[in-house]
């Protein structure tokens, strides 16, 4: 019998019918709560009758499935249910929700796991068979591997259970524990369950139940693809990694692409078998950056190339075999940007284009599939999408709008949410289309219909040759600038900045203030002044100036941040900071292993305040970060 239980909370009686929809999140993403997973593979589910109720019967009823084969664990069970009185469902269950199957006529079902490690090199998967009981709202989980330590999951027999308003998790006393796992089942799980049970269901951004939403949805094996994701970053991780040039964060940058790069191969190694073709799929890297992406999929055999605005520092460090096709070119949608003889079109943060994406792919050819990541929202026309629908971020609004497009493309659009180190993961594959392929020529005309009827649009042309010209799709279509404008008030006359950073320093010293640290020196520290109020004591030239950088005051003063503070509206002097002071901060630094992390260089400039303050700089020059012109 479960009969200690160690840990126990209150609920409200109106939450107690969203124990499954918990317990859905429990079995099925258990990665949310132990990061040491990646995610759970179902590999069994036997939905069950009872006649006679046994409930002694139930707690030991997983007790023989211990140490056995994982092959033959389904069968086993299935006897043992049978040998029981139960009345096993022959059909498989059309969904393995124990929320969906909660509202089915079953007592119970048994569901076996495996739980699969996001370190492969350190754990193996383990499986975990648990017993659902809809009569008395528990759930028995054990680990199929006798006597196995694990990291993963709990190896001892455990109960969740909610019963008069209390959730509970026991276990028998003759059982053998380790505290840490009584520690997290104590102090994370049952927290987790409860608030599960006790909030709504959990949307995302585009309004969908994260419930219904499941990572990796289209991908058959999630084995497979951790399998493939452990490997890619052994062949290209660290070594991307150690020679990024780019001013971007290569941990975040150089792992998605990896992440992206996995997602793909296996969703294309699954479509490939449902065709029956050997032959590997093409592709075209619409804004393809800094061309990670391409380097990986032309690396493990894949035909194709990346087109972006401008060449990244990153392409000339790629090997010269195999080569990396990556081309400096500006898309503008018509007839010209189309690839009739490539299989998929990728936009994996395509910007402007990405409302193009599918478009594009669907003009190409009636075989031409798509990817599309949506990142930076933007319309037809090459400007930043206007929201249509309040109740949704702009983001997610943006996402049922591109959802739109490519249905109206006639695609049968599959939404799946990746596993990447960032907040827009949510991706559109538009691999099938709604009609058949005689039926093109009218789809195209919904196409340019759809189009017209954006508000900011005059024209749409066909995409087709007329008389021998190439035509743009929309007239009023504008691609990014191939160069890059720097546009942070860095690139203003020197002069400038040093008047208004004069200015600026002479309305707080108004304002005299002197600090009990250096009282000894009367050095006057200013006061504070809100930054409305000093756009008003600058001349309307410099802030012109500004404003064609499109920078503002706020982003010009913290450019010379070794001279002020901005916080909160208001800009005062920064205090003159000690080296000492500087050296505790870096070591800080160092030990917490920030990725930003750089050593700082003392005394390389003139202290600001040495020749600039009518009380020149209140430290020595010895306890100084910067020179006193020596």
Not at 140 to 153: I, P, R
Not at 582 to 608: D, H, I, Y
């Amino acid at each position: 019998m479960f009969d200690h239980a160690f840990a126990e909370a209150n609920v409200k009686s109106d939450c107690v019918p969203n124990f499954w929809k918990a317990i859905d999140i429990y079995l099925f993403k258990t990665h949310v709560i132990n990061r040491k997973l990646f995610g759970v593979k179902n590999v069994a589910i036997l939905p069950f009758k009872v006649a006679v109720p046994s409930a002694d019967k139930r707690d030991y009823l997983l007790d023989p499935m211990i140490g056995t084969d994982v092959e033959a664990v389904e069968e086993e069970c299935r006897q043992i249910l049978v040998g029981q009185g139960y009345q096993v469902q022959v059909d498989k269950p059309a969904s393995c929700s124990i929320d969906y199957l909660s509202q089915r006529d079953h007592d119970g079902v048994i569901v076996l796991n495996r739980l699969l490690p996001k370190n492969i090199a350190v754990s193996d998967p383990i499986h975990v068979i648990c017993l659902i009981d809809f009569r008395s709202f528990s759930v028995q989980l054990q680990c199929l591997e006798k006597g196995k330590a694990s990291s993963l999951f709990p190896t001892f027999p455990h109960l969740l259970q909610v019963s008069q308003e209390t959730l509970s998790i026991r276990y028998r006393s003759t059982d053998t524990h380790e505290e840490r796992w009584l520690y997290w089942m104590r102090k994370i799980l049952l927290g987790r369950i409860q608030r599960w049970m006790e909030t709504s269901v959990p949307m995302d951004a585009t309004g969908t139940s994260t419930a219904a939403l499941q990572s990796l949805a289209l991908l058959d094996d999630l084995e497979e693809y951790n399998r493939l994701f452990n490997e890619l970053k052994q062949k290209y991780g660290l070594s991307m990694v150690a020679i990024w040039p780019e001013c971007t964060d290569p941990q975040k940058f150089v792992f998605e692409d990896i992440a992206i790069a996995a997602y793909l191969l296996t969703l294309w190694k699954k479509e490939r078998a449902a065709n029956g073709i050997e032959q590997l799929q093409s592709f075209v890297d619409i804004g393809c950056g800094n061309g990670l992406l391409v380097y990986i999929l032309a690396s493990e055999g894949h035909r194709g190339y990346g087109i972006d605005l401008r060449k990244r520092k990153l392409w000339d460090l790629y090997p010269a075999e195999p080569k990396v096709d990556l081309r400096v070119e500006t898309i503008v949608p018509s007839n010209a940007s189309l690839f009739p003889t490539i299989d998929w079109i990728i936009g994996n943060h395509s910007d402007e284009l990405s409302p193009w994406i599918p478009v594009i792919a669907a003009r190409s050819s009636y075989s031409c599939r798509f990817f599309l990541l949506p990142c930076c929202p933007y319309d037809f026309d090459g400007c930043k999408y206007q929201r249509q629908n309040c109740s949704l971020s702009q983001y997610g609004d943006f996402l049922n709008y591109t959802t739109e497009i490519a249905r109206t493309c006639g695609f049968v659009v599959a939404i799946d949410r990746l596993r990447i180190p960032s907040t827009k993961r949510v991706c559109l594959v538009g691999s099938k289309r709604t009609y058949p392929e005689q039926e093109h020529e009218q789809r195209d005309a919904k196409i340019r219909l759809f189009i017209n009827q954006r508000p900011q649009h005059e024209t749409m042309h066909s995409g087709r040759e007329e008389s021998g010209a190439t035509e743009a799709w929309s007239a009023n279509f504008k691609p990014r600038e191939s160069v890059e404008k720097v546009r942070n008030c860095t690139k203003i006359d020197r002069s400038v900045v040093d008047k208004i950073v004069s200015i600026v320093f002479e309305q707080l010293l108004t304002k005299r203030c002197v600090p009990e640290e250096f009282a000894d020196r009367n050095w006057n520290a200013g006061g504070r002044i809100p930054l409305e109020a000093l756009v008003k004591m600058i001349p309307q030239e410099y802030l012109t100036a500004m404003k064609a950088e499109c920078g503002g005051l706020q982003t010009l003063l913290r450019n010379n941040h070794q001279i002020f503070r901005v916080e909160k509206g208001t800009v005062k002097l920064r205090m003159p900071a000690k080296v000492s002071d500087a050296l505790g901060e870096q070591v800080v630094r160092k030990m917490t292993r920030k990725s930003n992390f750089k050593p700082t260089n003392f005394k390389q400039r003139v202290c600001w305040f040495y020749t600039n303050h009518p009380d020149g700089c209140p430290l020595l020059e010895s306890e100084c970060r910067f020179n006193h012109g020596n």
